[in-house]
C-alpha cells in the first residue's frame, strides 16, 4: 500500500498562494489516481481536486476552479496542489488520497495522508 505524506500548508493572506506536496513512498506511485481533499471545522470532508495517473484528466471542484491547479511528478512521487487566489473559505486540513483502480474519493480511498493546515487570514 501506498504511503502519504502532506507537506506547505500554512498561514498566508487573502489573495495569497501556497503548495501543497504529497510525498508517496510503498508500492509503484504511478499506477495511483490522486486527489486532494480538505475538511474545515464542523463541515464534511470534499473533494478539492483529482488527477489521473498519467496526468491526462484532472477534476476540480467549482469553488477552485481557475484558481487551484493539481500536477504530479511521478519521477518524484510527489502530487501538488497549487492554490492562488486563497480566501478563508479554503481554510481547513488539506488531504491527499490515492486509489489504484479509480478516482479516489472520501469513502473509497485507498489510503490517506495525516494532513496538511491551511489557515487563511482575512
Known amino acids: 500500500q501506498v504511503r502519504l505524506v502532506e507537506s506547505g500548508g500554512g498561514l498566508v493572506q487573502a489573495g495569497g498562494s501556497l503548495r501543497l506536496s504529497c510525498v508517496a513512498s510503498g508500492r509503484t506511485f504511478n499506477n495511483y489516481y490522486m486527489g486532494w481533499f480538505r475538511q474545515a471545522p464542523g463541515k464534511e470532508r470534499e473533494s478539492v481536486a483529482r488527477?489521473?495517473?498519467?496526468?491526462?484528466?484532472?477534476v476540480y471542484a467549482d469553488s477552485v476552479k481557475g484558481r487551484f491547479t493539481i500536477s504530479r511528478d511521478n519521477a518524484k512521487n510527489t502530487v501538488y496542489l497549487q492554490m492562488n487566489s486563497l480566501t478563508p473559505d479554503d481554510a481547513g486540513v488539506y488531504y491527499c488520497a490515492a486509489s489504484e483502480f479509480g478516482w479516489p474519493t472520501i469513502t473509497s480511498a485507498d489510503c490517506w495522508g495525516q494532513g496538511t493546515q491551511v489557515t487563511v487570514s482575512s
Open positions: 488527477i489521473t495517473w498519467r496526468s491526462d484528466i484532472t
